[in-house]
């Protein structure tokens, strides 16, 4: 069993979670995003931010601190430039508006604030426009270890620093735009597992060693334990295997594939266009 976040099979995308513990309001949504999103506008809501309380502030701190004392040595570089430079912090949960600032104007993304669940075709819709499916509640203290849905330590600490580095930003907007035109289920599964074994789960070689990027392992201190100790089979990455690779969403992965660098998952992406639909 996994700790931190169970994953939801890359198959259904998106992000959901109860609507009663989003610290957000759904009426007041930017007319601009719901006009550009005509499939994922309606699940637009905007973070309260104030509404966070002392309590979910120093369960983010405990989080951030935890998790950093092991990434600073095993996460990418690109990950940590990246955490840097949309400024995280570790002593209050995110202000999304803050992190856009930072990080819309180096890639054009940004972490968008979602009420719940997405369909396909609003997750697809989203990552085609450069906008990151957030969640804004919290996990609470007693869930510190195991949490059933994403949340924004997650999405926000696990993916969004990612954001910031240029080529996986162009990969996950041309993930997005492939996906969106796709129509047989059987090869949006396949491109669930290119999703699964890179963004959620990638591992890259960086100095003679393996480093973690994908957000499943960066927020997951028992996951990225696993790899770190070298629990898994590390395999190169390779596109066919990938498609064809299944898993499980309730157990630690037996198999990752590592890159040399996220030239190649871009390419990867192009490759499965071409292959796919």
Same mark, same amino acid.
């Given at each position: @069993?996994?700790?931190?976040?169970?994953?939801?099979?890359? +198959?259904?995308?998106?992000?959901?979670?109860?609507?009663?513990?989003?610290?957000?309001?759904?009426?007041?949504?930017?007319?601009?995003?719901?006009?550009? %999103?005509?499939?994922?506008?309606?699940?637009?809501?905007?973070?309260?931010?104030?509404?966070? $309380?002392? +309590?979910?502030?120093?369960?983010?701190?405990?989080?951030? =601190? *935890?998790?950093?004392?092991?990434? =600073?040595?095993?996460?990418?570089?690109?990950?940590?430039?990246?955490?840097?430079?949309?400024?995280?912090?570790?002593? &209050?949960?995110?202000?999304?508006?803050?992190?856009?600032? *930072?990080? +819309?104007?180096? $890639?054009?993304?940004?972490?968008?604030?979602? &009420?719940?669940?997405?369909?396909?075709?609003?997750?697809?819709?989203?990552?085609?426009? =450069?906008?990151?499916?957030?969640? $804004?509640?919290?996990?609470?203290?007693?869930?510190?270890?195991?949490?059933?849905?994403?949340?924004?330590?997650?999405?926000?600490?696990?993916?969004?620093?990612?954001?910031?580095?240029?080529?996986?930003?162009?990969? %996950?907007?041309?993930?997005? *735009?492939?996906?969106?035109?796709?129509?047989?289920?059987?090869?949006?599964?396949? @491109?669930? *597992?290119?999703?699964?074994?890179?963004? +959620?789960?990638?591992?890259?070689?960086?100095?003679?060693?393996?480093?973690?990027?994908?957000?499943?392992?960066?927020?997951?201190?028992?996951?990225?334990?696993?790899?770190?100790?070298?629990?898994?089979?590390?395999?190169?990455?390779?596109?066919?295997?990938?498609?064809?690779? =299944?898993?499980?969403?309730?157990? @630690?992965?037996?198999? %990752?594939?590592?890159?040399?660098?996220?030239?190649?998952?871009?390419?990867?992406?192009?490759?499965?266009? &071409?292959?796919?639909?």
């Amino acid at each position: @069993m996994t700790t931190g976040v169970k994953k939801k099979a890359p +198959e259904k995308f998106g992000n959901q979670f109860p609507d009663q513990k989003a610290a957000a309001s759904r009426t007041a949504v930017e007319v601009d995003s719901t006009s550009s %999103l005509p499939i994922a506008g309606s699940y637009l809501i905007q973070q309260d931010w104030p509404a966070y $309380t002392p +309590e979910q502030h120093a369960i983010w701190a405990d989080l951030v =601190r *935890r998790r950093l004392a092991q990434l =600073r040595q095993h996460a990418c570089r690109e990950y940590l430039e990246g955490h840097e430079l949309i400024g995280l912090r570790e002593d &209050s949960i995110p202000n999304l508006a803050e992190v856009n600032a *930072r990080l +819309e104007p180096r $890639t054009g993304w940004r972490a968008t604030p979602v &009420s719940g669940f997405l369909p396909a075709d609003a997750f697809f819709e989203m990552l085609a426009a =450069r906008k990151f499916p957030t969640t $804004t509640y919290l996990r609470s203290r007693e869930a510190f270890d195991y949490t059933p849905e994403p949340d924004i330590f997650h999405d926000v600490f696990g993916h969004v620093p990612m954001h910031a580095h240029a080529v996986f930003a162009d990969f %996950l907007e041309h993930y997005g *735009r492939v996906c969106a035109v796709l129509t047989s289920p059987e090869d949006l599964e396949r @491109m669930g *597992r290119l999703f699964w074994f890179t963004v +959620e789960f990638g591992v890259i070689r960086q100095q003679g060693t393996i480093k973690l990027y994908g957000s499943g392992l960066i927020s997951s201190q028992g996951e990225s334990d696993y790899v770190v100790k070298g629990g898994p089979e590390i395999r190169d990455f390779n596109l066919e295997q990938v498609l064809e690779q =299944r898993f499980s969403t309730s157990e @630690m992965q037996p198999v %990752l594939y590592a890159v040399e660098s996220f030239d190649e998952i871009y390419h990867a992406a192009q490759q499965a266009e &071409s292959r796919l639909g």
